[in-house]
C-alpha cells in the first residue's frame, strides 16, 4: 500500500510542478516578439494584424489566455505551431526519437568510460594514469559544449573525414512508426560525434564523483568487515563498496538526464541534428509559441518523471532506503 501512497503523492506533486511550469513557460510567450510578424510577413497591413490578433485571442488579458490554454493543455493540446500548422506537441513528439536517442548515446558513453574510470582512480590513486585520468577530467570539466562540438567537426569530420559531422543519417522505421538510427550503419555513423560531445559534458564530472565516493566508502567500518570476514578484495570492492557508491551516482544522474536534453540544443545546432533542441531554437528565431510552450512543457515533464524514477532505482541499489510511507 505505501508503493500507491508514493505514487499518488508522486502523481500530486507533478500536477503542481506542471502547474508552475506552464505557467512560467505561458508567461514569456509576450517577451519573445510579435508571432504575427513571422507568421504574415509584412505584406498584411497593420489593419488585418489586429483582426488577426483578435481572432487569434492574443489581445485578451493574461489570465484569460492562460485559462484557455490550460484547458486545452489538461486534454493534450498544447497549441497549433504557426509555422509548421500541425498540432505543437506532435511537431516536437516526431524530433523527440532523435534527441532521445543522441542522449541514449551519450548516456552509454559516459558511463561506460566514467565508472571503470573512476573505480581505478580510487583504487589507484597515485598511479600516473590516475594522475592523467583526473588531470583530463579538469580539462573536460573547463572546455565548453559548444567548442568541443566544433572541435570534433574540425578533426573527425572535416581533417580526417572519418565520420559524418552534420545530420541523422539513415534511420529504419519500427513498425509503430518510431524513426530509429541505432539499426543502420550510416545512422550509428551519424551519432558518433554528437554522442561523444554531448557526453562530454557529464564524463569528467562523473568520473571524479565515482571516484571521491568510491574512496569515502572504501574507508567505512562495513568495507572494512568485509575484509575481516575474509571476502576477496573484490567482491568488496566492487559488491560492497561499489553498490553503496551508486547511490549519490543515481541521484545526481537523475537530474543530469535533463541536463542533457537541454545541453541537445547546442550539440543539436551545431551538428544540424534534426531533434527537439534544433526545433526549439528554430521556433524561438520564428517566434513560434506555441511550440516553444510545448517543448518546455515536454522538457518539465520528463525531469518529473526521471526523479520519480530515480526514487524507485533507489530501493533497488540499496535495501535499506525505504519508500516515503514505507515501515522500516
Known sequence: MHIIAFLIRRAVQAVIVMFVISIIGFSIQDNLGDPLRELVGQSVSEAERDLMREDMGLNDP??????????????????????FKRPALAVIMDKFPATFELVIGAVVIFLSLSIPAGIYCAINRTSWLSRIIMSGSILGISVPVFLTAIGMVWLFGVELGWLPAFGRGDVYELPWGWETGFLTIDGLKHLILPSITLSSIMLPLFIRLIRAEMMETMGTDYVRFARAKGLSTARVRYVHAFRNTLLPVVTVGGLMIGTLIAYTILTETVFQWP????LFLEAVNRVDTPLI???????????????????????LINPMVKLPGAKA
Open 62 to 83: 493574461f489570465f484569460a489566455q492562460y485559462a484557455r490554454f490550460l484547458g486545452k493543455a489538461v486534454q493534450g493540446d498544447l497549441g497549433t505551431s504557426y509555422f
Open 275 to 278: 531533434g527537439m533542441g534544433f
Open 293 to 315: 510552450i510545448a517543448y518546455i512543457i515536454v522538457v518539465g515533464l520528463i525531469f518529473v518523471v526521471v526523479n520519480t524514477l530515480v526514487d524507485f532505482i533507489y530501493t
